[in-house]
């Protein structure tokens, strides 16, 4: 009895828990955010500190180096759509024709005529108001922005008081437990790091592969794809695929043979298999350690619960609860149950060898 109330306790708490993350996304989105990218600068603000400029100053650096790199990807991104929006109209007159084409071809295999499928797309989707729609993109834009300042506002923080944010966690546990939570913190902290500065050496790798394969091909603006391709990685499983599928969708656009296409196919499969058996390995690291079941599975659940940044969020939150698990040991089963289970071999691999370079 004993047994199943308290798993009946546990089940409640991860119910209350993911219902007050779901109601409470708009507040606690730009916060989590903004504490892993704070952990990703952080080591760039100690070494800026170390040099003797005041914590503020540095912090403050940082903030401009993260917005540079925004700024420069966004500038790329928009330098070659300029050249992919003159093609824009030759895009649509050929996606107009491959439509009329499918819609033809179901006329003829179904029996709809084309009438009766004009008449069903346009139940299938209501009208609206030029003026909501706007309003409705007006809304959305603003609250993007809003969010954007408060990611910024809240990193800038996270980076100026995070001494005293972990002297807070500290005091939160008793005195014998001490080295343990500050060796969470620490390992918490290296995570974020290693994750997400891995994910952004490996997406300027992925970039060039990219461009050079898609350019070979023959794709028009390949180095917006590319860069569109590499920036999708951030949203593991799910992001890769859907930027092959509209770089795909773009080479029917734009008028594609089938070899062009075969050649988009064959380029993803050779970067997938680069990236994942060395950039991977090499970059990444396995800092953090999770199977892909539940890789999957917190990815679908950040989704239903955050959308987009619950996606992106999913992998650094699993491998912080990862190490919290594996530190306390009431909580290693379930450690044990995220991660991978490996044998301990020798280190003799050429990814070992090249890694151990640079330890």
């Not at 100690?46 to 700024?71: Q, V």
């Not at 989707?125 to 409705?136: C, D, E, I, Q, V």
């Not at 461009?211 to 590319?226: C, D, L, P, T």
């Not at 993803?268 to 890789?295: D, H, K, M, R, S």
Request: hydrophobic residues 55%; proline residues 3%; charged residues 10%.
């Amino acid at each position: 009895m004993d047994k199943l109330q308290h798993s009946i306790y546990v089940l409640l708490f991860f119910f209350l828990t993911f219902a007050g993350l779901y109601f409470a996304a708009p507040f606690l989105i730009p916060i989590a955010l903004s504490a892993i990218f704070a952990m990703l600068l952080s080591r760039l603000s100690s070494w800026l500190e170390g040099k003797g400029m005041a914590r503020g100053i540095a912090s403050l650096l940082c903030i401009l180096i993260f917005l540079s790199s925004i700024a420069i990807v966004i500038s790329l991104l928009a330098w070659q759509l300029s050249g992919f929006a003159e093609n824009i109209d030759v895009m649509k007159e050929r996606v107009i024709t491959l439509l009329t084409d499918l819609r033809k071809w179901l006329s003829e295999t179904t029996g709809i005529t084309m009438k009766q499928q004009q008449q069903i797309a346009k139940e299938g989707s209501p009208g609206t108001g030029a003026g909501s729609m706007l309003a409705a993109f007006a809304s959305s834009m603003m609250g993007i922005l809003v969010n954007a300042v408060l990611v910024l506002v809240y990193m800038f923080l996270f980076l100026v008081y995070r001494s005293h944010i972990k002297k807070f966690i500290l005091k939160l546990v008793p005195v014998d437990e001490k080295n343990t939570a500050e060796n969470i913190v620490h390992k918490a902290g290296n995570v974020a790091q290693q994750y997400l500065g891995g994910l952004g050496t490996m997406i300027v790798m992925l970039w060039i592969m990219y461009g050079i394969g898609f350019s070979i091909v023959g794709v028009e603006s390949a180095i917006f794809f590319a860069v569109l391709c590499g920036i999708l990685e951030i949203i593991p499983f799910v992001g890769n695929i859907t930027g092959t599928s509209l770089t795909v969708l773009s080479v029917v656009a734009q008028g594609g043979d089938s070899k062009m296409i075969i050649g988009v196919l064959v380029t993803y499969a050779l970067v997938q298999f680069i990236q994942t058996y060395l950039l991977e390995p090499l970059i990444v690291g396995e800092q953090v350690n999770i199977n892909p079941l539940f890789t999957i599975l917190v990815i679908v659940l950040g989704e239903m619960v955050w959308g987009v940044a619950g996606m992106i969020l999913a992998i650094p939150l699993l491998g912080i609860i990862k190490i919290i698990c594996d530190q306390v040991p009431q909580l290693q089963p379930y450690g044990f149950l995220i991660g991978t289970e490996k044998q301990r071999q020798k280190k003799t691999g050429v990814i070992d060898k090249i890694r151990s370079m640079f330890n």
